[in-house]
């Protein structure tokens, strides 16, 4: 069973950045797309950003297209989410998830880590 660990939330002053990481354990993440999600109070779970098994597809919400990055080391069984001039909007709890392939709907990945807080705030 593949099991997905988000790290790297805190607090973080509006401008500044964060980088989280979601590493995985019990399966290589080779074959399987890694999705970035996030989830604000009384909002539904969006999607943020999405990179294939091989790392040649990546796509962005509208929301933090220029200002956010995914990757992914295979080698470190681990995927990333450089996040930049972060705003207070962006303040949400982020999960990673996995699938075979990309979704932009969360019911459309089937493996979920429980999550980083990530809070913008002076």
């Known amino acids: 069973q593949l099991q997905l660990v988000e790290s790297g939330g805190g607090l973080v002053q509006p401008g500044g950045s964060l980088r989280l990481s979601c590493a995985a354990s019990g399966k290589t993440l080779d074959y399987y797309a890694i999705g970035w999600f996030r989830q604000a109070p009384g909002k539904e779970r969006e999607g943020v950003s999405c990179i294939n098994s091989s790392g040649g597809i990546i796509n962005y919400s509208d929301s933090v297209k220029g200002r956010f990055t995914i990757s992914r080391d295979n080698a470190k069984n681990t995927a990333y989410l450089q996040m930049n001039s972060l705003k207070p909007e962006d303040t949400a709890v982020y999960y990673c998830?996995?699938?075979?392939?990309?979704?932009?709907?969360?019911?459309?990945?089937?493996?979920w880590g429980k999550g980083t807080l990530v809070t913008v705030s002076s």
């Open positions: 998830a996995a699938d075979y392939y990309c979704s932009a709907a969360a019911r459309g990945m089937d493996f």
